[in-house]
């Protein structure tokens, strides 16, 4: 979602898919608001943004939750992460992107289109067969 709050690479694809497709819902899981967060200030670190555009930024995100439907993390999304990590560990998967990956997993038959620009998390995405939109490399 980053990517829809701060012009970087790649965010002409996630612009574009609210162009190309008529997206009547957009489903997040908890976490990216955590997830959120954690880029935003990475980006302070780094330097590529100040703080008082990190607060900015993060102030815009959460006046827009109410466009979102944010997926709530259970018992049920943690155990099915927790499979996914025995599953694709071995090819990388960790903690976040398991809650991530099984979020989608669990309302797959809601969703037209799942979104990331984690390389890593799309190529899970498409081991489970979930439809996706790859961003340019």
Do not use: C
């Not at 574009?16 to 200030?41: D, G």
């Not at 302070?44 to 959460?62: S, Y």
């Not at 466009?67 to 709530?72: A, L, P």
Request: no cysteine; proline share 2%; glycine share 2%.
């Amino acid at each position: 979602m980053f990517k829809l709050y701060h012009k970087e690479l790649n965010s002409d694809v996630i612009e574009n898919i609210f162009t190309n497709y008529k997206v009547t819902e957009v489903f997040l899981s908890e976490l990216a608001k955590i997830e959120f967060a954690s880029t935003v200030w990475k980006k302070v670190r780094i330097q590529d943004i100040t703080e008082l555009q990190a607060n900015a930024i993060t102030e815009a995100f959460e006046v827009d939750y109410s466009k979102y439907s944010f997926v709530q993390i259970d018992n049920i999304i943690i155990e099915q992460a927790k499979s996914l990590v025995i599953k694709y560990g071995r090819q990388g998967l960790r903690t976040l992107d398991s809650i991530q990956l099984s979020t989608a997993v669990l309302i797959n038959n809601q969703v037209d289109l799942f979104v990331s620009s984690d390389k890593l998390l799309n190529a899970f995405f498409d081991e489970e067969k979930l439809p996706t939109e790859k961003p340019r490399p």
